[in-house]
């Protein structure tokens, strides 16, 4: 059976980190890209970072490049996004989806299976 987990979130003073994780099982987890994406309150979901079925490449967008960092452990099938240096506009429900594909796609409808969300709220 299929299932797409994901933890981590929370709340966090301006300037400090959380770390959400997703883990998956049911499906080969190595087969596909794994993305993150961030919904805002009254905001559409927009992606934030994927990085590639091997590990070996990464994309992040503008607003986070330097702060959050993508990283995957295949054995484990889990992908973790370090965010670091939060801001209060990192608040949003984050989100990981799983794309079958050996490279990113930035496209919603690209990605095929979605996780439950995760809250992170940056305030102080």
């Known amino acids: 059976q299929l299932q797409f987990v994901e933890s981590g979130g929370g709340l966090m003073h301006p300037g400090g980190s959380l770390r959400p994780s997703c883990a998956a099982s049911?499906?080969?987890?190595?087969?596909?890209?794994v993305g993150w994406f961030g919904q805002a309150p009254g905001k559409e979901r927009e992606g934030v970072s994927c990085?590639?079925?091997?590990?070996?490449?990464?994309h992040y967008e503008d607003s986070v490049k330097g702060r959050f960092t993508i990283s995957r452990d295949n054995a484990k099938n889990t992908v973790y996004l370090q965010m670091n240096s939060l801001k209060p506009e990192d608040t949003a429900v984050y989100y990981c989806?799983?794309?079958?594909?050996?490279?990113?796609?930035?496209?919603?409808?690209?990605?095929?299976?979605w996780g439950q969300g995760t809250q992170v709220t940056v305030s102080s």
């Open positions: 989806a799983a794309a079958y594909s050996s490279s990113c796609k930035s496209q919603i409808y690209d990605y095929d299976y």
């Open positions: 049911g499906f080969t987890w190595d087969t596909y890209a």
């Open positions: 990085i590639s079925s091997t590990g070996g490449s990464t």
